[in-house]
């Protein structure tokens, strides 16, 4: 039995969701979060997002919103900044809806809009934005205070401008929403006829 009364969910087996500081994350009851995920403290998920196997989301020190049919792929730390003397409001971390983010990104103090994408083991630092139909590619990492326009593929460490998305690059960004969408009511429905 865990020590602490909201560590375990019965909505969310193997998961750990977590009151920190008096708050309770609130997930939405169509959300799919997949076990071995910590969801803790000022936290909201959103309708059909996907937290997969192994990630963080760890609101204890600011707040972290999450839109509608957003993925948080596997391995994943989704964190914040609190206040400071030089930033009374800290560095909070908000998420769009239909946002792509791959494995083991690192996601901190920033802004992803609706549609944003962030590649494999990409890097947001605080105080970034990555703009809709904006692409932060595998492997990059967005110094503190950028921002990704609107349609810009960035990439690098530190990322820098490569070139504007293509309309294709967009339809494959918003099926992959529409597969994620799809593949966690798949796991979900596993995990409830192995329960």
């Not at 910590?38 to 192994?54: A, C, F, H, T």
């Not at 900044?81 to 971390?93: A, I």
């Not at 083991?121 to 692409?135: I, K, L, Q, Y």
């Not at 590619?137 to 950028?146: D, E, I, R, V, Y």
């Amino acid at each position: 039995m865990p020590d602490h009364p909201h560590a375990a969910h019965p909505d969310h087996p193997g998961a750990t969701i977590l009151t920190f500081a008096g708050k309770t994350p609130f997930i939405h009851t169509s959300a799919f979060i997949a076990p071995g995920c910590r969801i803790i403290g000022d936290v909201e998920i959103g309708p059909d997002d996907s937290i997969w196997y192994n990630c963080v989301v760890r609101g204890d020190v600011n707040k972290i919103r999450i839109g509608a049919r957003t993925n948080i792929q596997d391995g994943s730390v989704i964190h914040c900044d609190g206040p400071d003397v030089t930033r009374p409001q800290g560095w909070p971390t908000t998420i769009g809806d239909d946002v792509l983010i791959g494995h083991m990104a690192m996601i901190h103090g920033c802004d992803l809009k609706d549609r944003a994408f962030v590649g494999l083991g990409a890097v947001v630092m605080n105080g970034c934005t990555v703009e809709s139909d904006a692409m932060l590619a595998a492997g990059a990492l967005l110094s503190p205070g950028k921002t990704i326009p609107h349609r810009q593929l960035w990439t690098g460490r530190p990322a820098k401008y490569v070139r504007d998305l293509t309309d294709e690059a967009l339809i494959d960004m918003r099926e992959g929403v529409d597969r994620y969408v799809h593949n966690a009511k798949a796991h979900k429905g596993a995990l409830k006829a192995s329960a």
